[in-house]
């Protein structure tokens, strides 16, 4: 049998806050979703997002409750190169949106920065680090 991810799903609070910091960050979401109840995107290697309110959530499992703590999920994408893990994390930053861990050159060989999304959810930025 064959397993493949049909989507990563994202429980949110304020669709619209969520869907700003995903475009900021890149994602292709069509307009006039802000208010819409379930939204999908498809990343540009064919991944799936999807956003829900909690309410609609509820509305198939009534006893969902919103977890409390840290992030309930966290995401990755690769930007390409350092620079441009530097360069969005700075635009999401100055857009108003939650710095987590800075830019930084880790051990594994990777420029790596974390975000938080407006739920909470940590989104990481990361490029392979340049070698001569």
């Given at each position: 049998m064959r397993l493949t991810l049909g989507f990563i799903?994202?429980?949110?609070?304020?669709?619209a806050a969520s869907l700003a910091f995903?475009?900021?960050?890149?994602?292709?979401?069509?307009?006039g979703q802000d208010s819409a109840p379930h939204v999908d995107a498809t990343l540009d290697d064919g991944t799936a997002l999807a956003w829900d309110?909690?309410?609609t959530i509820r509305g198939?499992?009534?006893d969902y409750?919103?977890?409390e703590g840290g992030?309930?999920?966290a995401l990755a994408f690769d930007k390409g190169s350092?620079?441009?893990v530097d360069a969005t994390f700075a635009k999401l930053v100055e857009a108003g949106h939650t710095a987590h861990v800075?830019?930084?050159d880790a051990h594994w060989g990777q420029r790596y920065a974390t975000l938080l999304d407006p739920d909470g959810n940590s989104v990481d930025l990361y490029a392979e680090l340049e070698t001569n």
């Open positions: 799903g994202i429980v949110t609070r304020d669709m995903y475009r900021a960050l890149g994602v292709d979401i069509a307009d309110t909690i309410e198939f499992d009534p409750a919103v977890p992030h309930r999920i350092p620079g441009d800075p830019p930084w």
